[in-house]
């Protein structure tokens, strides 16, 4: 994966390739195993800055590791109302970019959209992530992930369930 103790940002692509693979293909508890323990993942309300904190603003998703096992429990049972049945998904990642390396921890930013489809509409989320990677023996681990949805309302979709 590296190369002289340092990664490549076409290592973060493969890396982020793969991740959004598992979520079109519905393969959370894969997807779940990308995040170390102790991982987080936020979803800041629209218009919110790179800096917002989730103990201080209303967040659409705010997941310690505890909430994000939760989370997938819950949409991979058939209860799960949003996503039942569930949405098909298409993600494309582009613009990935190491933005600092520090040890065996690297600040990853990209840019994605996610089309959506479910009973007969279809949807578009765009944005940014931001992602915390830490190298681990078995390749990249999640140590932190944020969405940045760059949309100015979540209008028409009104719902993140699909984990954009």
Known sequence: MSHGGRATRADCEDFLYREAALLDEWRLDEWL???VEGATYEVPTTGAGVDADSAEELFLIADDYARLQHRVKRLNKTGAHSEWP???????INNVRILEQDGEELTVASTFITYRSKADITDAFFGRHLHTLRITPGGFGIAAKRTLLDASSLRPQGRVSIIP
């Open 86 to 92: 569930r949405s098909h998904t298409v993600r494309a």
């Open 33 to 35: 195993a990308l995040f």
